[in-house]
């Protein structure tokens, strides 16, 4: 049984402000990581893989996980609150059926209007309804990071190799790119 669903057809609501993004870090050195995994299969190994690469590469600090039991749903407003006071940077995947990239999509924007830089990855045959999620919520032009289809099927050493090919994008999502932060 859903607890909430998201109304393609209405505007934004539960406090997301069209256009509102959170202040990017020029580094992400010492930065605690959100991990918000949805259901979907190799979601969580996708998202582990991306935080132990960001913590190699780039100095996080620390790592939050945490797992949707609904690919459908929005974060749960508990969620959406613990992981905006515990994390500076939230990462939230991955989107690889229509539904559950809308759904990160969604999630993205309600870290944003909470003041957390998040990334969002969505696999790349779901982009039409990825961006369709963002042009409902007021934000046509989302960025967020693509990667090939499919995600569920593969295995762990497939699930790395995407995440590692994902990283720079995932990073330039959640940092001042190098040119604004001089």
């Not at 613990?82 to 999630?107: H, Q, R, Y």
């Not at 999620?133 to 934000?139: L, Q, R």
């Amino acid at each position: 049984m859903f607890e909430a669903m998201i109304d393609p057809t209405s505007r934004p609501s539960g406090g997301v402000t069209p256009g509102a993004r959170a202040p990017r870090p020029a580094t992400l050195h010492g930065m605690v990581v959100g991990l918000l995994s949805n259901a979907k299969q190799n979601a969580e190994l996708f998202l582990d893989a991306v935080g132990e690469l960001l913590a190699a590469e780039h100095g996080t600090a620390d790592m939050v996980r945490r797992k949707k039991l609904s690919i459908t749903d929005p974060v749960p407003a508990p969620m959406l609150a613990e992981l905006s006071a515990a994390c500076d940077i939230v990462v939230i995947g991955v989107g690889d059926c229509g539904s559950c990239s809308a759904s990160a999509v969604a999630d993205g924007l309600a870290f944003e209007a909470a003041g957390i830089p998040a990334a969002v990855i969505c696999s790349d045959a779901f982009v039409a309804s990825a961006d369709a999620m963002a042009n409902v919520m007021g934000e046509s032009g989302y960025a967020y990071v693509t990667t090939a289809h499919p995600v569920a099927p593969l295995s762990p050493a497939e699930v790395r190799e995407r995440a590692r090919t994902a990283l720079p994008g995932i990073v330039g999502l959640l940092t001042v790119p190098a040119t604004a932060a001089a």
